[in-house]
């Protein structure tokens, strides 16, 4: 981003493609450092996003699901100790990477056509979700965050001084 942005800057326009992955909007147990590099990424997107928006330049996030790719295979690297305490969490979980390998329900090719289809569009998208996995993933943690939200609000709110108003951060 560093090198390209210059260059966009100077031309007033350009897009910016991060790639994430579900697993930057919805945690999964065992893959917390993979997730934490993944949130990353996406606030540092959409903080940029918002920031070039005035230059002509747009970002968009790709959230892939599973896909059938080497990321399950060879490229997956599993910590050699394992923890007795985690066996049914994360022990679970990677074992369920492992045998989805090869069995992911995304097409590498089709998206490769979303996500030029995105970039092609008048109104591209901040955020691209690819598979329905990933979709499912995170419908699931907006809904829990807002019954949560929902339910913590009052006592949320009560922490804010007698007689100050108060919007939005940022807005």
């Not at 930057?24 to 928006?53: D, H, N, P, R």
């Not at 809904?143 to 919007?167: H, N």
Request: with cysteine.
């Amino acid at each position: 981003m560093r090198v390209v942005l210059p260059v966009m800057r100077k031309q007033r326009h350009g897009h910016i493609i991060n790639v994430s992955s579900v697993a930057g909007f919805v945690s999964f147990v065992g893959t917390g450092i993979y997730c934490g590099t993944k949130f990353a990424l996406e606030g540092i997107s959409e903080a940029l996003a918002q920031e070039v928006a005035p230059l002509g330049i747009k970002v968009t996030i790709i959230e892939p699901g599973a896909f059938r790719t080497d990321f399950n295979g060879r490229s997956l690297v599993t910590p050699d100790t394992h923890i007795d305490d985690y066996a049914s969490t994360s022990g679970e979980f990677l074992q369920w990477i492992h045998n989805m390998n090869g069995k992911q329900p995304g097409d590498p090719d089709k998206a490769a056509l979303a996500i030029m289809q995105a970039v092609t569009s008048n109104h591209p998208p901040l955020r691209l979700a690819l598979g329905a996995d990933a979709v499912n993933a995170i419908d699931a943690k907006l809904k829990s965050v807002k019954e949560e939200l929902d339910t913590w609000k009052s006592v949320a709110c009560d922490t804010t001084f007698d007689g100050v108003e108060v919007g939005a951060i940022g807005g």
